[in-house]
């Protein structure tokens, strides 16, 4: 069973680092989503991508954050300079292709990033 | 921007009894997402809603797509212990975009 799979699955890093994490959604999955998660919160969308286009960003997604889909598999997304403020939940979620009329999203385990 | 609004925030209840909770907002979606999510864990969906007024069971829970399209609600019954955690509901619209909006959550407690 080769659900979504996120690495690491925790970081902790001191403020001013830049990290990168990573997203493989399941396979035959085209659509990508990443979400930050605060304690005592819901998800909030970051952004969207469909194959290797990112075709959505929320504003939170400020100028330090970037996320790529190169080949339209994995995904990673990185913060740059990083503030204690970015201390969350990292999730990753794919959908199956649009075409199937279903949205779906399956969620990996999520990165828990500690900034300090 | 979008919201949604989910009641209860939390929820105290006895195993056995059965428990309800919704989603409101002002906007429209398209697809209803229900979700159950354990400490450290990432959220495990539970129902996906794709009609106004759809009714869909899985299991002891039962999710509805409001008619407006701008309500869900989700019935848990005869709740368990292991039926503890934070459940999710969100919307999806996916007319001009993809984004998804989450509510804070409803905490179900069951005491045994």
């Known amino acids: 069973d080769t659900g979504v799979s996120q690495d690491p699955r925790h970081k902790i890093t001191k403020r001013g680092q830049n990290v990168t994490f990573r997203c493989d959604p399941i396979?035959?999955?085209?659509?990508l989503y990443w979400y930050r998660q605060t304690l005592g919160q819901g998800p909030e969308f970051l952004t969207y991508?469909?194959?290797?286009?990112?075709?959505?960003k929320s504003r939170l997604l400020s100028d330090r954050f970037s996320a790529e889909r190169p080949k339209g598999s994995f995904s990673t997304l990185e913060i740059q300079r990083t503030e204690q403020g970015d201390s969350a939940m990292y999730l990753c979620?794919?959908?199956?292709?649009?075409?199937?009329?279903?949205?779906?999203?399956?969620f990996g385990p999520g990165t828990r990033l500690t900034v300090l | 921007g979008q919201q949604l609004n989910q009641s209860p925030q939390s929820m105290f209840i006895q195993e056995g009894e059965d428990v309800s909770m919704n989603c409101t907002s002002s906007?429209?979606?398209?697809?209803w997402l229900w979700y159950k999510q354990d400490p450290g864990e990432g959220p495990v969906l539970l129902i996906a809603?794709?009609?106004?007024?759809e009714l869909t069971s899985n299991g002891r829970l039962t999710a509805q797509f409001g008619i407006t399209r701008k309500d869900s609600f989700l019935n848990i019954s005869a709740s368990i212990p292991s039926d503890v955690g934070i459940y999710f509901c969100?919307?999806?619209?996916?007319?001009?975009?993809?984004?998804?909006?989450f509510g804070a959550g409803t905490r179900l407690f069951v005491k045994a």
């Open positions: 809603l794709y009609k106004a007024g």
């Open positions: 991508f469909q194959n290797e286009a990112q075709l959505e």
């Open positions: 906007s429209i979606f398209n697809t």
């Open positions: 396979s035959e999955h085209n659509r």
């Open positions: 969100a919307g999806l619209s996916n007319t001009g975009g993809f984004k998804t909006i």
């Open positions: 979620a794919s959908s199956p292709p649009l075409a199937g009329g279903y949205n779906e999203q399956f």
